[in-house]
Nanobody, 116 residues
């Protein structure tokens, strides 16, 4: 069984910063990629950023230059450094892990609220 535990969410004013963390544990056959997704109230879950063990990263346009994803493959941890937060960044942030067979695993999510 694979467990992903997110932490670091909270309430912050626009322009502020937060750091999200995700710790993966359990039995899984390697990591192909890890991602952060978010779901705003009344909207579908959307991809925020992707990281691979080889060091590759991808950030969606809406967060480029403000968010940075970081994967520590040795520790199976994932971080999301979020700067210059905007009210539209509000939502539940989920960590996802894709194992060597591309099976997805999800965390329970952590709430991020940005006030204007």
């Amino acid at each position: 069984q694979v467990q992903l535990v997110e932490s670091g969410g909270g309430l912050v004013r626009a322009g502020g910063f937060l750091t999200l963390s995700c710790a993966a544990s359990g039995s899984f056959s390697g990591i192909n990629a890890m991602e952060w997704h978010r779901q705003a109230p009344g909207k579908q879950r959307e991809l925020v950023a992707t990281a691979t063990p080889g060091g590759g990263t991808h950030h969606v346009d809406s967060v480029k230059g403000r968010f940075t994803i970081s994967l520590n493959s040795a520790k199976n941890t994932l971080a999301l450094y979020m700067n210059n937060l905007k009210p539209e960044d509000t939502g539940v942030y989920y960590c996802a892990l894709y194992d060597s067979d591309w099976r997805p695993y999800w965390g329970q999510g952590t709430q991020v609220t940005v006030s204007s």
